[in-house]
């Protein structure tokens, strides 16, 4: 399975930005997906994760409220809606699926190269 992440970019706080991450290969194999971020100096962190097993999707409390978590099943892509960004926000974001279908790092398979997002105060 390969995944492309795009559509970072540099965005004013309380601004909104839509990350894609198209996946092409085995992907019937795949049974959880989501999006990580690793902000400069820091460890990566689990943004939002969808898994087929239970058909949730779960979002970290640092976004809850703010990011969505959606999926195109016929273009094989998931999305990432960003609003109300915040410069705390300021990560390299990675899109990720596993076939176990578990929600964490452990459970992903196959990362994405990652697309900057940058929120300026």
């Known amino acids: 399975v390969q995944l492309q992440a795009s559509g970072g970019g540099l965005v004013q706080a309380g601004g909104s930005l839509r990350l894609s991450c198209a996946a092409s290969?085995?992907?019937?194999?795949?049974?959880?997906m989501g999006w990580y971020r690793q902000a400069p100096g820091k460890q990566r962190e689990w943004v939002s994760c969808?898994?087929?097993?239970?058909?949730?999707?779960i979002y970290s409390d640092s976004v809850k409220g703010r990011f969505t978590f959606s999926r195109d099943n016929a273009k094989n892509t998931m999305f990432l809606q960003m609003t109300s960004l915040r410069p705390d926000d300021t990560a390299t974001y990675y899109c990720?699926?596993?076939?176990?279908?578990?929600?964490?790092?452990?459970?992903?398979?196959?990362w994405g190269k990652g697309t900057l997002v940058t929120v300026s105060s």
């Open positions: 969808y898994s087929t097993f239970d058909g949730l999707t």
């Open positions: 990720a699926a596993g076939a176990t279908g578990l929600c964490g790092a452990e459970g992903m398979d196959y």
């Open positions: 290969g085995s992907i019937l194999s795949i049974n959880a």
